[in-house]
């Protein structure tokens, strides 16, 4: 078998870390230099009509009025009430744009988690095809380690303590455009942003302050409750034990790096790596239930009364394979499997 083609990291994940440093500042002077930010007193009231400045409405650019004004400042006050800071994976995914997640299981096939700082994992992911970036830079800030730090929980139950992590309430940020023009400023009213704030409104990008992230914190959030990034949770949580140090560090190496990208894109196309919300999950797995019972109950209905012994446990057995698993999720009680085994192996 032709071995998958290596990632476009090419980086160590100390060059890694860098690049996304020197990304960071650069965004950052380049949104101190803005000149046309709607900036919160404006959102406010306080807006001077004389500065024209333009927003979107059904698609089409025009200036900004006092009764968009009075909108964009009941779009923020309403999201700030529906993020009590924080925010899970679950929510990240079940809020996305449909077209931010299929873009996200078509073009972004890895993250690795670069470098633990603090409660903080840097994850690095590949970009979209055609992309000027070779990578992104995702950076998830585990709300809850300090509890986890201090909780008297044995090695043992680390891995315990690390799913609950990861399941329970983050704070994000990306490099991206995406992320930076049109959903950090929806993440700052939410308080579940990890990095610089932004208070600029997303008048042109974003004026109804849609969706919560990118597609690549998408791929990132969804890789949490996964061992790789499972692993380097639980790490986190001993090193912050084992420090005391709030900022302690731990880093890949480049092979390490390497090997997870490539481990990801291997598997780019199984249906575990695509990102679906909770009621997507819950009719695929339905229909799958559905698809197996219907099996499982064919299978079952092949054993005739004429089938030689030696036959009929060949089919029992071939039966126990659809049926043995819908007994394993409750579908199928094991008493009605039961039944239906003593039936088949009748003479």
């Known amino acids: 078998m032709a ?36 900036d919160p007193q404006e959102v406010g009231g ?62 972004i096939h890895y993250a690795v988690p670069m470098e633990i700082k603090g409660s903080v994992i840097h994850f690095t992911t590949s970009a979209s095809p055609g992309s000027r970036a070779a990578r992104h830079h995702v950076y998830v800030d585990f709300v809850g380690l300090s509890g986890a730090t201090a909780a008297p929980a044995e090695e043992e139950q680390l891995p315990a303590l690390a799913r609950q992590l990861a399941t329970g309430s983050i704070r994000i940020d990306c490099d991206c455009e995406d992320w930076r023009f049109v959903f950090r400023y929806i993440a700052t009213v939410g308080n579940y942003n990890s990095m610089r704030p932004e208070t600029g409104f997303p008048k042109i990008r974003n004026p109804q302050l849609d969706g919560v992230a990118c597609k690549h914190v998408l791929r990132t959030v969804h890789l949490l409750t996964q061992p790789i990034a499972l692993q380097r949770i639980e790490q986190m949580i001993k090193l912050a034990r084992g420090t005391l140090d709030r900022k302690a560090t731990a880093r890949l190496k480049k092979a390490q790096a390497d090997d997870m990208a490539l481990e990801q894109m291997a598997r780019k196309d199984w249906k575990r790596t695509q990102i679906e919300t909770t009621e997507e999950r819950t009719e695929r797995l339905a229909a799958a239930r559905a698809i197996r019972a219907a099996a499982a109950s064919q299978a079952a209905k092949t054993i005739s009364p004429g089938t030689s012994e030696r036959d009929r446990k060949v089919l029992v057995a071939r039966a126990q394979k659809h049926i043995e698993p819908l007994v394993a999720m409750g579908v199928m009680t094991r008493e009605a499997a039961d039944a239906m085994y003593a039936q088949a192996t009748k003479g």
């Open 46 to 107: 306080a807006y001077n009509a004389g500065r024209a400045l333009d927003t979107i409405l059904n698609g089409q650019l025009r200036k900004i009025t006092a009764e968009d004004l009075q909108r964009f400042a009941a779009l923020a006050k309403s999201l700030g009430k529906k993020f009590a800071g924080g925010i899970t994976a679950k929510q990240i995914i079940n809020l996305a744009h449909p077209e931010r997640r299929q873009r996200a299981n078509t073009e």
């Open 3 to 38: 071995r998958e083609p290596k990632p476009k990291e090419g980086v160590t994940p100390a060059q890694a870390i860098a690049e996304a440093k020197a990304r960071y500042k650069a965004d950052l002077q380049q949104r101190l230099a803005a000149k046309h930010i709607l």
